[in-house]
């Protein structure tokens, strides 16, 4: 026994610096892998004895590998929609199955990809084909938050998983000029579109005739899309400057031809019609309201919303990406590639919104590099071979001086 601890030390010091070079080459392999997280080598003494009759025997070290899960890699923008980038502290959730009943993983790697589905269905994953998980937008386009990870689902992203409802317009804005010059009798026809309850389009005409009265105009509103059953026919009246005095807003009631499309009540807001000495004109006008919509891409945005853009050209958050955080991350276990796992001492995990969070931020567009500084790993490498080869040296030294023994003893 005696005679094998004179090669433990040196064999437990070629074990652990080994574990420590093949550390330092899996940094240096991955110093380009987003959102990867550096793997560092200590050394603990392995001593046995230690009562008061026995003398301690030093028998050499053990390694000991940690991985520094909390230093920040830098945020580098991609200018890809699905690309994010976490700034601060914290994970985003991915799961190996899509029904969330697989293992959950934790990740900084934020580049995301469509995995599409046997029955068509598309879904957000990360580089390893783990579903990205989030919160669903509820009914009235908000999300309800909880800190669970049972509150989370896989990310749908196909034409087919959300619709943008159809809005009937409610209020509309015209910006028009009428000639105070004119004589009496004179017409402005202007035209808006609106939509009505099924998100079709429907034209509004406004006629503007001049009246005998000064600075006093009748107008009358009609649709060859429905009839207008109130608000209709008015008189607008402007003072002396051009400014208009009344109706600042005129309310007008259609029943649409349509009959699914039921009827409408529309503010038009006047106050920006003037009569002024030009022609008479038409500038602009908008109204609010919009057709349905299906989805056609998405893209994550800074509130940490997995956004949905419509092809009735509206936007709206279709799922929101919670950031995890567990009270000891140093207890995470690391699996292959960039992902981690929950181990006996982590804690619960909880989840945060990244846009209301000091812990944590989501930076969409961008990726965080890898966490490896390759100076520090290249003089590791060099101090981590000279120890190496100091091991190997002692072990030669020890072997030889058996030779000479076992020689000197025949």
Excluded: C
Aim: no cysteine.
């Amino acid at each position: 026994m005696p005679s094998f601890n004179m090669f433990s030390s040196s064999i437990a010091a070629l074990n652990g610096h080994s574990n420590a070079l093949a550390a330092i080459a899996d940094n240096i392999a991955n110093s380009t892998s987003d959102g990867y997280k550096p793997k560092d080598i200590l050394f603990k003494e392995l001593v046995n004895g230690g009562n008061r009759s026995e003398a301690q025997t030093f028998n050499g070290m053990a390694p000991i590998s940690r991985t520094l899960i909390d230093k920040q890699g830098e945020i580098l923008s991609t200018g890809r929609g699905l690309d994010a980038g976490i700034a601060g502290s914290g994970f985003f959730v991915v799961n190996s199955q899509l029904a969330g009943a697989g293992e959950t993983l934790l990740t900084r790697a934020g580049s995301f990809q469509p995995r599409a589905e046997s029955n068509g269905q598309v879904f957000l994953a990360d580089q390893d084909g783990n579903f990205l998980q989030g919160w669903p937008a509820n009914t009235t386009g908000g999300f309800t938050i909880s800190t669970t990870i049972g509150s989370l689902g896989p990310i749908r992203i196909d034409p087919g998983s959300a619709t943008f409802a159809p809005v009937a317009t409610t209020s509309a804005t015209i910006l028009a000029n009428l000639n105070t010059t004119d004589p009496a009798g004179s017409i402005l026809n202007t035209n808006i579109d609106v939509f009505d309850n099924t998100g079709a389009t429907n034209n509004v005409n406004l006629a503007f005739t001049k009246n005998a009265a000064p600075n006093t105009w009748d107008l009358v509103v009609t649709s060859p899309d429905g009839a207008v059953t109130a608000g209709t026919p008015a008189t607008v009246t402007f003072d002396a400057t051009g400014a208009i005095i009344a109706p600042a807003n005129q309310s007008v009631s259609i029943t649409w031809t349509n009959v699914a499309a039921g009827a409408s009540t529309i503010s038009i807001d006047l106050s920006n019609v003037s009569q002024f000495g030009a022609p008479s004109f038409q500038q602009a006008f908008s109204a609010n309201g919009n057709p349905s919509g299906t989805l056609s891409t998405v893209r994550i945005n800074d509130k940490g919303e997995v956004e949905g853009l419509f092809s009735n050209g509206r936007t709206r958050g279709i799922y929101k990406l919670p950031i995890a955080t567990v009270r000891n991350t140093a207890a995470l276990e690391a699996q292959s590639g960039t992902h981690f796992s929950l181990g006996q001492n982590t804690g619960l995990v909880t989840l945060l919104e990244a846009d209301v969070s000091s812990i944590a931020g989501v930076i969409g567009g961008s990726l965080e590099n890898s966490s490896v500084e390759l100076s520090d790993e290249f003089t590791k490498m060099i101090v981590t071979q000279q120890a190496y080869n100091n091991a190997a040296q002692a072990l030669r030294t020890v072997d030889e001086m058996f030779q000479i023994a076992a020689t000197m003893k025949t």
